[in-house]
DNA sequence: GCGCAGGGGGTCG
DNA sequence: CGACCCCCTGCG
């Protein structure tokens, strides 16, 4: 298909925001304030211009389905924050910081396999190893003149040896994603049926079989991809410090114990637990 | 500038 | 609870 534009007027949608909050690994910032990344089979630059938002790439499908879909048109964020805000002022303030965030519904596979790279890595390796492990296995996709490579399938990613991974610059979590890859081509987990589970619960004990995911990775597959259960709130350092200064106050926040912190975010935000998580985490890791 | 510790979106045994 | 591969960052 050729290059496709969409544009829109939202007042809850701030690319920096979105792209930047943590919960995508393939959007870079380029020399005019746009943001360009690879998703599914689609390529796209995402440019704010006073307030229109204005979508350009090269799709698989039309554009403003694709774009629908995945920056979650359809949902009212205005709600979710007049509704969030009203739970208390520290909340209050990081939606005034991170107003514009939105939560992707991004492809379960390549979720999985993201944030399995993300245990215990810094984000620039994560997005460099992704970017590599795209290049070597994904398909091309040319736009603007400039080839780009989409995430591989799992049966592509399936051609990978683990010194491949290792050679990609994986470290020890080679194993992890070649025995996921496994796993899932193999449908001892499988994906189609994960996203008819109703219950987050029961998700959760599926991801938590692939190897190199555990509770952590788990929570943020199921909020940041298609499964997008809004009640998970994935307990990270920073989340954990951000928790621990509003309202638990412990001398050692390495010492609470996640439950509590669960337990809080249960209480105070409910089933918007997930989207009361990003908010706080742009906010105490881009500002406060 | 360069070299060297410190530590990172956690998970596993 | 310690190790884990790599390398990004900050400081001397």
């Known amino acids: 298909m050729d290059v496709q534009e969409y544009t ?27 943001y360009l990344g690879v998703f599914e089979n689609n390529v796209m630059s995402v440019k704010k211009e006073n307030d229109t938002i204005i979508f350009r790439g090269k799709c698989a499908e039309n554009i403003q389905k694709v774009c629908k879909d995945y920056f979650d048109l359809n949902r009212d964020y205005e709600k979710i924050k007049n509704k969030l805000s009203n739970v208390d ?3 209050k303030t990081s939606i005034e910081y991170g107003h514009g965030i939105r939560i992707l519904n991004q492809d379960l596979w390549e979720c999985i396999i993201s944030f399995i790279i993300s245990a215990n890595n810094n984000i620039p390796r994560i997005k460099k190893i992704i970017e590599r492990i795209s290049c070597k296995f994904g398909k091309k996709i040319v736009f603007d003149d400039k080839d780009y490579y989409t995430f591989p399938t799992p049966e592509e990613l399936s051609n990978a040896t683990i010194q491949d991974l290792r050679d990609l610059g994986l470290g020890f979590r080679d194993v992890r994603v070649y025995n996921t890859t496994k796993m899932i081509l ?26 190199g995911v555990g509770p952590k990775v788990a929570d943020c597959i199921m909020l940041f991809s298609t499964l997008k259960r809004l ?3 994935p307990i990270d350092v920073w989340v954990r410090r951000v928790m621990n200064e509003l309202y638990i106050k412990a001398e050692d926040e390495t010492k609470i114990n996640k439950k509590e912190i669960s337990k809080i975010a249960e209480e105070k935000y409910k089933n918007l637990a997930g989207i009361a ?9 881009e500002g406060a």
């Not at 998580?277 to 890791?285: A, D, G, S, V």
């Open 89 to 91: 002022d520290f909340l």
């Open 277 to 285: 998580q990003q908010y706080l985490f742009y906010w105490k890791r």
């Open 186 to 211: 193999e449908k001892q987990v499988d994906l189609h049926r994960l996203e008819e589970l109703n219950s987050s619960e029961d998700i959760r004990e599926e991801l938590l079989k692939l190897d």
């Open 8 to 34: 829109i007027k939202n007042s809850s949608f701030e690319p920096k925001h979105i792209f930047e909050c943590g919960q995508c690994f393939r959007w870079n910032k380029q020399d005019d304030e746009s």
């Open 231 to 233: 009640d998970v709130f």
